[in-house]
């Protein structure tokens, strides 16, 4: 009996052995792999720079992260002094210094006293040797609108595309200038007053013609 | 011994011998029977895939991806074995913070194989080809590669590296497109 128990244990072993075998033997296929190794998908970048041409001489180099000031009779600035009637003009630039092509907003953020006596024009695509105004009626004429009295948040939308300096188009630059003009009435009261104005660029992707698709 | 027995032993052996004779005789017969034909070859069907002709299919110098930004790339999945077969595809060693913010898409033709990003596409999900990729086929597959318009700041100079994998396995007896792994 005993070894009779021993006999039916081994032959159910070899049967189970037998069942592994046969499933290895259906499983098996010819079969090959390939890699395709070190795919890389990168996104750009976007930054714009703001430039001015401080010396109306041409050459812009940038004014952000306090480099230097827009309207300024401090040290070093372009010493500018308002009194009434007294219209002033800089020359400033909007770099594409990313690989995306950009579009741009600019926001003025005002605060001060002076800011009543002001007012504004913002001019497009000039430069200190293009530009040529008598006074400011004539520099309010060609802000083609974008003019007003200076006050608190004041926006330009600008749609024109700064490319990616990579693409055929570049340029790279987005050049405008901002004129800003003491009213002739402003009064006793606003001697040794101030305002100060907060540029700022926002600039934004733009999706266009190049999106591979 | 009596003549009768003796004569029952010869006839036995004289039997006997009759037999081994004519057993000799028909081995020998039997081995002149047998013919011949030396040097039979059996030759294995081999199973080779090859992706791309191994040229690498997203090399990251044209991408420039931003929000909302689809690049699209053409490549080639060809039978260069003497089997029939079946391929799957996926990515591995998938890394970068891109990872959840670009779609993929992967088309054979018209067909869509794959709808999802890139994490995704493993090979416990790969993308299967439906029809058998006869051998010295190649078929054009396309990958379209989305970045999601909500993707942020967070994304900017970010990157996305994978392996992107293909197996073959041999169609015949293999109804269920079955892989080894």
Same mark, same amino acid.
């Given at each position: 009996?005993?070894? $009779? !128990? !021993?006999?039916?244990?081994?032959?159910?072993?070899?049967? #189970?052995?037998?069942?592994?075998?046969?499933?290895?033997?259906?499983?098996?296929?010819?079969?090959?792999?390939?890699?395709?190794?070190?795919?890389?998908? #990168?996104?750009?970048?976007?930054?714009?720079?703001?430039? +001015?041409?401080?010396?109306?001489?041409? @050459?812009?180099?940038?004014? &952000?992260?306090?480099?230097?000031?827009?309207?300024?009779?401090?040290?070093?600035? @372009?010493?500018?002094?308002?009194?009434?009637?007294?219209?002033? &003009?800089?020359?400033?630039?909007?770099?594409?210094?990313? *690989?995306?092509?950009?579009?741009?907003?600019?926001? +003025?953020?005002?605060?001060?006293?002076?800011?009543?006596? +002001?007012?504004?024009?913002?001019?497009?695509?000039?430069?200190?040797?293009?530009?040529?105004?008598?006074?400011?009626?004539?520099?309010?004429? !060609?802000?083609?609108?974008?003019?007003? =009295?200076?006050?608190? =948040?004041? /926006?330009?939308?600008? %749609?024109?595309?700064?490319?990616?300096?990579?693409?055929?188009?570049?340029?790279? +630059?987005?050049?405008?200038?901002?004129?800003?003009?003491?009213?002739?009435?402003?009064?006793?009261?606003? *001697?040794?007053?101030?305002?100060?104005?907060?540029?700022?660029?926002?600039? $934004? *992707?733009?999706?266009?013609?190049?999106?591979?698709? | 011994? /009596?003549?009768?027995?003796?004569?029952?032993?010869?006839?036995?052996?004289?039997?006997? $011998?009759?037999?081994?004779?004519?057993?000799?005789?028909?081995?020998?017969?039997?081995?002149?029977?047998?013919?011949?034909?030396?040097?039979?070859?059996?030759?294995?069907?081999?199973?080779?895939?090859?992706?791309?002709?191994?040229?690498?299919?997203?090399?990251?110098?044209?991408? =420039?991806?931003?929000?909302?930004?689809?690049?699209?790339?053409?490549?080639?999945?060809?039978?260069?074995?003497?089997? @029939?077969?079946?391929?799957?595809?996926?990515?591995?060693?998938?890394?970068?913070?891109?990872?959840?913010?670009?779609?993929?898409? &992967?088309?054979?033709?018209?067909?869509?194989?794959?709808?999802?990003?890139?994490?995704?596409?493993?090979?416990?999900?790969?993308?299967?080809?439906?029809?058998?990729?006869?051998?010295?086929? $190649?078929?054009?597959?396309?990958? #379209?590669?989305?970045?999601?318009?909500?993707?942020? =700041?967070?994304?900017?100079?970010?990157?996305?590296?994978? %392996?992107?994998? #293909?197996?073959?396995?041999?169609? !015949?007896?293999?109804? %269920?497109?079955?892989?080894?792994?």
């Amino acid at each position: 009996m005993k070894e $009779t !128990k !021993k006999a039916l244990i081994f032959s159910g072993f070899l049967l #189970v052995i037998d069942l592994l075998l046969i499933t290895g033997t259906t499983f098996a296929w010819f079969t090959d792999s390939i890699v395709n190794q070190g795919n890389t998908i #990168v996104t750009g970048t976007l930054m714009a720079d703001l430039m +001015m041409d401080k010396d109306e001489n041409g @050459n812009y180099s940038s004014i &952000i992260d306090g480099r230097d000031f827009i309207f300024s009779n401090a040290e070093g600035g @372009n010493g500018y002094a308002f009194e009434p009637g007294q219209t002033a &003009i800089v020359y400033l630039a909007v770099k594409n210094n990313g *690989q995306l092509n950009m579009k741009y907003n600019i926001d +003025m953020d005002v605060t001060g006293e002076l800011a009543e006596a +002001m007012e504004y024009a913002l001019i497009d695509d000039v430069k200190a040797d293009t530009f040529d105004a008598k006074d400011w009626e004539e520099v309010k004429e !060609k802000s083609n609108g974008q003019t007003g =009295n200076v006050k608190e =948040n004041i /926006s330009f939308f600008n %749609d024109k595309i700064i490319y990616a300096i990579s693409t055929p188009e570049e340029s790279g +630059m987005s050049y405008f200038a901002i004129a800003m003009h003491m009213k002739k009435g402003a009064g006793e009261e606003m *001697q040794e007053k101030s305002v100060t104005i907060n540029l700022e660029i926002h600039a $934004t *992707q733009v999706i266009d013609e190049t999106n591979n698709e | 011994m /009596s003549s009768s027995t003796k004569k029952k032993v010869i006839k036995n052996a004289l039997g006997i $011998t009759a037999l081994i004779i004519m057993l000799a005789i028909t081995t020998f017969a039997l081995l002149l029977s047998f013919v011949g034909v030396d040097n039979n070859v059996f030759e294995m069907g081999t199973v080779k895939i090859e992706l791309n002709n191994g040229e690498l299919i997203f090399d990251g110098s044209d991408c =420039n991806l931003e929000p909302n930004k689809t690049i699209v790339k053409d490549f080639t999945v060809s039978n260069t074995g003497t089997a @029939n077969v079946y391929y799957r595809l996926y990515l591995e060693n998938v890394e970068g913070k891109l990872q959840n913010s670009l779609n993929f898409q &992967i088309y054979e033709g018209e067909e869509l194989l794959f709808d999802g990003i890139a994490s995704e596409l493993n090979q416990k999900n790969p993308c299967i080809s439906h029809e058998i990729l006869s051998c010295g086929e $190649t078929r054009r597959l396309k990958a #379209v590669v989305c970045m999601d318009k909500l993707s942020d =700041n967070r994304y900017q100079k970010g990157s996305l590296t994978f %392996d992107m994998t #293909v197996d073959a396995v041999q169609a !015949k007896n293999n109804p %269920d497109k079955a892989f080894e792994n």
